[in-house]
Each structure stands twice: as structure tokens, then as C-alpha cells.
T-cell receptor, first 116, second 111 residues
Framework: GAVVSQHPSRVICKSGTSVKIECRSL??????MFWYRQFPKQSLMLMAT?????????EQGVEKDKFLINHASLTLSTLTVTSAHPEDSSFYIC????????????FGPGTRLTVL | DAKTTQPTSMDCAEGRAANLPCNHS???????VYWYRQIHSQGPQYIIH???NNETNEMASLIITEDRKSSTLILPHATLRDTAVYYC????????????FGQGTELSVKP
């Protein structure tokens, strides 16, 4: 399958700071991008989706001004957690693809964010 | 809301087949059944998908009942590295990106 990378793999930051997480497709151009988060012992929760040329669409309950998503190019998406707080500590996972089929979209390895 | 029901956890002996069930009684005619797994602290990994027919690939087999209200993922010879949370998801093909994950089944493969 295609390769998606995330950077950093883990980050620790102080409360009130902003953190940027990058998601890159290494061997394909992605027209669709998704961001998920996962709290300990819980399942993945979809935060937002974005299609090429469009702004991100956020799921209910996800603050778009707090979680800034930039579909910078067909190979790069970034998620910025602004003014992070301890309750934002989570595992953030991106997913990128080029078609509608779920098997044609690929997850990144995830980023562990810890806010002190 | 998740549209599938899976057991919370299962154990399997190493080398034996692992059979993971999933109920999706409200599945619509054009929804696919997808299976993913997530090893601890990693991104989910695609395993297999199907619509009506049984499917097999290098990782697993997918058995879908004739009425499509349930399915079973089969790992023919489970290894310790198959220990993971397995998710069964139903989704329209053209909405494949917007996967909604349920709680999944935590499979523990024991030596």
C-alpha cells in the first residue's frame, strides 16, 4: 500500500502553546485528507475531512478555531492544535487518499501529543 | 454512531485460526464491510473488504452471510504479532474516507 508519514511521532508541550503536526504522502498525491484523534482506551474519532481545493469540514463538537487544518498541497496536510491544554493530550492520526474507496486511503502512523 | 457490533475481546492460541465476528444487521445494499486492525500506538492497518462475496487475501479471509447481516474475519494461523484491536466498519464505497470506528474487538494471541 501507499506510504503516509507523520511528524513528529510524539511531542510534549506546555499548556497554552501551539503544536503543529504534519502528515505527508510519500508516494502518491492525495486529494482527500482526514484527521482522527484517539484518547486512551477509546476508539478513533474523526475530527475533520478536507478535499483538494476546499476548506476542511469539521465534525460536530470539534472546534475549527482550535484545531487548524491546512491541506497545504496534494502531499501535505497539517493539523495545528492551538493553545493546547492537558485535555487535548491524545493520539492524532491522519489519513490520505485519492479515491472514494476506503482501501484506497491510508493512515499515518500517528502522533502522540502530551500537554503538561 | 457505529453500525456494527463486535465482542469486546477475544483470545486465540498461537497457530490456531482466529475467527472474529461482526454483526451489521442494518447494513444497506450498497454498503461494504471493511476490516481494519490497530496495533498498540500505531495507525490502523487495512485488512480486507467485501460487499457480498467471501474474500481472501494474504492477510485474512472475510466470510459474509447471505443476508449480509453479519460477517467473520478469519486469520488462518494467528501469530503473536496479530495481537491488536480489530475494527469492522460498514461504509458506502464512495464515502470510504469517512470511516466511523466502533469499539472493535481486542484480540490477544497467546503462546
Amino acid at each position: 500500500g501507499a506510504v503516509v508519514s507523520q511528524h513528529p511521532s510524539r511531542v510534549i508541550c506546555k499548556s497554552g502553546t501551539s503544536v503543529k503536526i504534519e502528515c505527508r504522502s510519500l508516494d502518491f498525491q492525495a486529494t482527500t485528507m482526514f484527521w482522527y484523534r484517539q484518547f486512551p482506551k477509546q476508539s478513533l474519532m474523526l475530527m475533520a475531512t478536507s478535499n483538494e481545493g476546499s476548506k476542511a469540514t469539521y465534525e460536530q463538537g470539534v472546534e475549527k478555531d482550535k484545531f487548524l487544518i491546512n491541506h497545504a498541497s496534494l502531499t501535505l496536510s497539517t493539523l495545528t492544535v492551538t493553545s493546547a491544554h492537558p485535555e487535548d493530550s491524545s493520539f492524532y492520526i491522519c489519513r490520505m487518499g485519492w479515491s472514494g474507496g476506503a482501501h484506497e486511503q491510508f493512515f499515518g502512523p500517528g502522533t502522540r501529543l502530551t500537554v503538561l | 454512531d457505529a453500525k456494527t457490533t463486535q465482542p469486546t475481546s477475544m483470545d486465540c492460541a498461537e497457530g490456531r485460526a482466529a475467527n472474529l465476528p461482526c454483526n451489521h444487521s442494518t447494513i444497506s445494499g450498497n454498503e461494504y464491510v471493511y476490516w481494519y486492525r490497530q496495533i498498540h500506538s500505531q495507525g490502523p492497518q487495512y485488512i480486507i473488504h467485501g460487499l457480498k462475496n467471501n474474500e481472501t487475501n494474504e492477510m485474512a479471509s472475510l466470510i459474509i452471510t447471505e443476508d449480509r447481516k453479519s460477517s467473520t474475519l478469519i486469520l488462518p494461523h494467528a501469530t503473536l504479532r496479530d495481537t491488536a484491536v480489530y475494527y469492522c466498519i460498514v461504509v458506502l464505497y464512495n464515502q470510504g474516507g469517512k470511516l466511523i470506528f466502533g469499539q472493535g474487538t481486542e484480540l490477544s494471541v497467546k503462546p
